[in-house]
């Protein structure tokens, strides 16, 4: 499938690949930095923003990537990716490694159990759109200082609620540690400090595949600590 992307700056490719519930504007911060190094590529995961819906597994959505690469003949690439985004970069560590130059896993996790809670996810933003959970979202993206939570509980809300239920339907069985110790690219983990989403086991077993960094931030550690955030991909 063909996501929509937007294409910008020159150099090496980096696909910045973001999480659950955001379009590819959620980097709107990082890529005057980025640019400036690196052919920035950006996406909307399918389901979300101007992409069609697509694929219910990690694999698909990960795939998705690929295809993407192709389309734009990216023979290979760096891959930053954030919490969802985060989870398609282990997969894509794990299995297509000789795709990838470089490996940045960001507030992200290889699984969060239990599934239920992700199908219970999916059917209520079904019946009842993803109104319905929007402040409970946004209190585990950002800190209560951060400025511009309205921006972002909007780009959340105007998520079509198939595509945002699909994407919880694909983390619901996800069980990506045997990935993790497969993963031979360099890479780096960045956490932010104060995120309530990954917990110490992700910490624990994330630290062993690459260098780690925390950022003071919550959940979206690109967004809340942009310029730190950003000094680490150009280090």
């Known amino acids: 499938m063909t996501v929509h992307h937007v294409v910008e700056g020159d150099g090496r490719p980096l696909i910045l690949s973001s999480s659950l519930g955001t379009t590819h504007r959620m980097w709107d911060a990082n890529v005057p930095a980025l640019a400036s190094r690196y052919r920035v590529v950006r996406y909307d995961h399918p389901g979300h923003g101007d992409s069609p819906p697509g694929p219910r597994t990690i694999a698909g959505l ?3 990537v690929l295809e993407l690469a192709d389309e734009l003949e990216l023979e290979r690439f760096s891959f930053c990716g954030i919490s969802l985004g985060g989870f398609l970069g282990i997969w894509l560590g794990a299995n297509a490694p000789h795709r990838l130059e470089r490996l940045f896993l ?3 996790a290889p699984r969060l159990p239990p599934p239920q809670q992700w199908l219970d996810r999916a059917a209520n933003v079904r019946a ?3 109104e319905l959970i929007a402040d409970s979202v946004l209190a585990r993206w950002f800190t209560p200082a951060f400025p511009d939570r309205a921006r972002y509980r909007e780009m959340l809300v105007s998520t079509p609620s198939e595509g945002y239920a699909r994407c919880c339907e694909a983390i619901a069985p996800m069980d990506l540690r045997d990935d993790l110790r497969r993963i031979k690219v360099p890479t780096t983990v960045i956490f932010g400090r104060h995120d309530p ?3 110490d086991e992700p910490r ?5 595949v690459g260098d780690v960094v925390e950022l003071d931030a919550m959940h979206l550690a690109s ?3 942009a310029d ?5 991909l150009l280090a």
């Not at 624990?204 to 062993?208: A, I, M, S």
């Open 128 to 130: 009842h759109g993803v």
């Open 204 to 208: 624990r077993l994330l630290g062993e």
């Open 197 to 199: 989403v990954t917990g």
């Open 106 to 108: 960001c507030c992200t």
């Open 228 to 232: 730190a955030f950003d000094a680490v």
């Open 62 to 64: 990960a795939g998705a």
């Open 223 to 225: 967004v809340e600590a």
